[in-house]
């Protein structure tokens, strides 16, 4: 099938929740990366691992990312394992300026859960990405 060749998937933005009955439509769907250190629960700051990271901007392996009306999740392209679906909740805030971060590829999102950091391959990709939650 050709929801299993990632190059298809990137090609017409799709995967293989895309067409699961009962999910909401996705508004948007595509590669992004992840900064390693924003999960709370990190495992990274037992050894301080995280701080070394934050100096060279460590970020994971690719992963795609679904935008839906209530969720963002992350799933790993090779195993389709999906990561942590971070919830639209009442402390949900998206930042992507260069004031707010201090790079202007990536976006900041916050609920009440997680800090995520994603990098976005270039400064439109970064607008194409906040602006489906703009209202």
Not at 2 to 26: A, T
Not at 27 to 36: D, F, I, N, T
Not at 97 to 112: A, E, F, P, T
């Amino acid at each position: 099938m050709y929801y299993f060749n990632c190059f298809s998937c990137q090609f017409f933005g799709v995967n293989c929740l895309s067409f699961v009955p009962g999910l909401s439509v996705s508004r948007k769907e595509g590669y992004l990366q992840e900064q390693s250190i924003n999960y709370y629960f990190d495992y990274h700051t037992f050894l301080r691992a995280s701080y070394f990271c934050d100096l060279c901007k460590c970020y994971d392996t690719s992963k795609w990312f679904i935008i839906k009306d209530i969720y963002i999740v992350d799933i790993r392209p090779d195993m389709h394992e999906i990561c942590f679906p971070m919830l639209v909740d009442r402390d949900f805030q998206i930042s992507f300026d260069i004031q707010n971060i201090g790079y202007d590829d990536d976006i900041k999102i916050i609920n009440s859960q997680r800090i995520l950091l994603i990098k976005c391959r270039t400064a439109h990709n970064c607008n194409e990405w906040t602006n489906i939650y703009q209202i």
